[in-house]
């Protein structure tokens, strides 16, 4: 009887510790099977322990948040969507102009998918998951994905988690979305790399993300030519969307998955006309006395536009034959954009050192690309989460500002909300995969450089780096 009472005691005790630890986010009750359990601000972390709260809490968005039917990620864990256009800025008030959509509850979204499936690798790499348990959430990803709505092999950005079926983005955008396509097989290709071993289930998996692989026609959007790559197409509208895909922005890696398809490439041609001769690609000008090479935005654009790319793609020793180093690229934005922030300019409460990051999120106005052009004194966390690998002195003092200072606002069952404005006493109550993703592989690739290693050792990624003119350190020749 006394062994039965301390055990009833210490499983009693275990209980209250997680509602204590977590009473400050009540959504946490009805956790599902194979979860991962919340936790609440913990004190007095060492660096390596808080690292690991973070990416795992944060990647319960993709396991214990994913659409139950297909496995995918939900676009939001809210209905509603603010769009956001580039030409988002008014002259006549220098506000930006929104257009709002609400999405249901069955909306995924296909890169947001890509990003869940990098973060499932980063869980099974560090124990949080069973590798056959991953592995069984993948193939249900992969079985739902090679039934759901596709165009020329590329998939749209929105699709209902139920049905498969496109959930339109606009009027004209209710077909492919070549960007967000290019995410998702980021995503799989990565975990074809890591599921390498030689059960049926792998094997399975495998011969699936091949199927999908094969038939993506990437050339498709060049319509024929090779003057420019079209982010859109449409069965009803063809490419009336007309949004061509040049840089400085978050879109290298479509070009370098456009490049790498081993059946529907494009050109280098292509890219250097699309993507290079932009006049929005290259800058070469100073600020703060940081170099930006790439991108029109004065002070950089949002910080996303060196994060998504690179999730994959390991800027550390990336060179092309423009003489453009991807290193210096990644952290002298990243730089400039904290720098930014201290000097703070429209004078916002709570910017400094320990709390910097401007990009795209929620904000009290909706879903904005926050930058020093459009400032509205919201600060993302993924933005400087998502930043560790360029810049982990930082990076490391805005996680602790963020969670130890802030987490009784902003620290949830996902981990951090999607942004806060101290200005306005506001504070998000939402999560959006495409910024919960990039946390947990970022982190990682700081850490360990998992996701990197297996990314940029793929055969054919290699192929299509190579391909425009790329050079790395991971290649066993650069001839």
Same mark, same amino acid.
């Given at each position: 009887?006394?062994?039965?009472?301390?055990?009833?005691?210490?499983?009693?005790?275990?209980?209250?510790?997680?509602?204590?630890?977590?009473?400050?986010?009540?959504?946490?009750?009805?956790?599902?099977?194979?979860?991962?359990?919340?936790?609440?601000?913990?004190?007095?972390?060492?660096?390596?322990?808080?690292?690991?709260?973070?990416?795992?809490?944060?990647?319960?968005?993709?396991?214990?948040?994913?659409?139950?039917?297909?496995?995918?990620?939900?676009?939001?864990?809210?209905?509603?969507?603010?769009?956001?256009?580039?030409? /988002?800025?008014?002259?006549?008030?220098?506000?930006?102009?929104?257009?709002?959509?609400?999405?249901?509850?069955?909306?995924?979204?296909?890169?947001?998918?890509?990003?869940?499936?990098?973060?499932?690798?980063?869980?099974?790499?560090?124990?949080?998951?069973?590798?056959?348990?991953?592995?069984?959430?993948?193939?249900?990803?992969?079985?739902?994905?090679?039934?759901?709505?596709?165009?020329?092999?590329?998939?749209?950005?929105?699709?209902?988690?139920?049905?498969?079926?496109?959930?339109?983005?606009?009027?004209?955008?209710?077909?492919?979305?070549?960007?967000?396509?290019?995410?998702?097989?980021?995503?799989?290709?990565?975990?074809?790399?890591?599921?390498?071993?030689?059960?049926?289930?792998?094997?399975?998996?495998?011969?699936?993300?091949?199927?999908?692989?094969?038939?993506?026609?990437?050339?498709?959007?060049?319509?024929?030519?090779?003057?420019?790559?079209?982010?859109?197409?449409?069965?009803?509208?063809?490419?009336?969307?007309?949004?061509?895909?040049?840089?400085?922005?978050?879109?290298?890696?479509? /070009?370098?998955?456009?490049?790498?398809?081993?059946?529907?490439?494009?050109?280098?041609?292509?890219?250097?006309?699309?993507?290079?001769?932009?006049?929005?690609?290259?800058?070469?000008?100073?600020?703060?006395?940081?170099?930006?090479?790439?991108?029109?935005?004065?002070?950089?654009?949002?910080?996303?536009?060196?994060?998504?790319?690179?999730?994959?793609?390991?800027?550390?020793?990336?060179?092309?034959?423009?003489?453009?180093?991807?290193?210096?690229?990644?952290?002298?934005?990243?730089?400039?954009?904290?720098?930014?922030?201290?000097?703070?300019?429209?004078?916002?409460?709570?910017?400094?050192?320990?709390?910097?990051?401007?990009?795209?999120?929620?904000?009290?106005?909706?879903?904005?690309?926050?930058?020093?052009?459009?400032?509205?004194?919201?600060?993302?966390?993924?933005?400087?989460?998502?930043?560790?690998?360029?810049?982990?002195?930082?990076?490391?003092?805005?996680?602790?500002?963020?969670?130890?200072?802030?987490?009784?606002?902003?620290?949830?069952?996902?981990?951090?909300?999607?942004?806060?404005?101290?200005?306005?006493?506001?504070?998000?109550?939402?999560?959006?995969?495409?910024?919960?993703?990039?946390?947990?592989?970022?982190?990682?690739?700081?850490?360990?450089?998992?996701?990197?290693?297996?990314?940029?050792?793929?055969?054919?990624?290699?192929?299509?780096?190579?391909?425009?003119?790329?050079?790395?350190?991971?290649?066993?020749?650069?001839?």
């Amino acid at each position: 009887m006394t062994n039965i009472f301390c055990r009833i005691v210490i499983i009693a005790i275990a209980i209250a510790f997680n509602l204590i630890s977590f009473a400050q986010n009540p959504k946490s009750k009805n956790v599902p099977h194979n979860s991962i359990t919340p936790v609440g601000v913990i004190k007095n972390l060492s660096d390596s322990a808080l690292l690991d709260v973070v990416q795992k809490q944060t990647f319960r968005y993709f396991w214990n948040f994913a659409h139950p039917v297909s496995g995918l990620a939900r676009e939001r864990d809210n209905t509603v969507k603010a769009e956001y256009y580039w030409d /988002y800025i008014n002259e006549a008030n220098d506000e930006p102009n929104f257009s709002k959509g609400t999405f249901g509850p069955e909306a995924c979204a296909t890169g947001g998918t890509g990003f869940g499936i990098l973060s499932t690798i980063v869980a099974v790499n560090r124990g949080w998951i069973g590798r056959d348990t991953a592995l069984k959430r993948l193939v249900k990803i992969v079985d739902f994905l090679i039934k759901a709505d596709c165009f020329h092999g590329i998939y749209p950005h929105f699709m209902n988690g139920v049905t498969g079926k496109t959930i339109p983005f606009g009027r004209l955008d209710d077909g492919a979305d070549l960007v967000e396509t290019s995410y998702l097989f980021m995503g799989l290709l990565t975990a074809k790399e890591y599921f390498n071993g030689n059960t049926p289930l792998e094997k399975y998996f495998r011969n699936r993300v091949d199927q999908m692989w094969s038939v993506a026609d990437w050339n498709w959007h060049s319509k024929g030519g090779n003057k420019l790559l079209y982010w859109h197409w449409s069965p009803a509208n063809d490419f009336d969307m007309n949004f061509p895909i040049y840089g400085w922005d978050e879109c290298l890696i479509t /070009y370098i998955m456009s490049a790498s398809s081993p059946y529907h490439s494009i050109s280098k041609e292509l890219y250097e006309n699309s993507w290079v001769k932009n006049a929005s690609w290259l800058n070469g000008k100073s600020y703060y006395g940081i170099k930006l090479p790439l991108g029109n935005f004065e002070k950089g654009g949002p910080l996303f536009f060196e994060q998504y790319t690179f999730m994959g793609i390991d800027p550390n020793g990336l060179k092309d034959d423009h003489e453009i180093d991807y290193a210096e690229q990644t952290r002298n934005h990243t730089l400039i954009n904290r720098a930014y922030c201290i000097e703070n300019p429209k004078k916002y409460k709570g910017y400094g050192e320990n709390c910097w990051g401007l990009t795209a999120g929620d904000s009290y106005k909706g879903y904005v690309a926050h930058c020093p052009d459009v400032d509205l004194g919201v600060i993302q966390p993924t933005a400087a989460l998502s930043s560790f690998p360029y810049t982990p002195e930082y990076s490391i003092q805005a996680l602790k500002h963020f969670y130890y200072d802030l987490g009784n606002k902003i620290w949830s069952e996902y981990g951090f909300s999607d942004g806060f404005s101290e200005t306005k006493n506001w504070y998000a109550k939402t999560h959006l995969a495409i910024d919960e993703g990039p946390i947990v592989v970022m982190i990682e690739n700081y850490r360990s450089g998992l996701i990197w290693k297996l990314f940029m050792n793929i055969p054919e990624v290699q192929n299509g780096l190579k391909k425009l003119g790329f050079t790395s350190s991971y290649f066993k020749s650069n001839k």
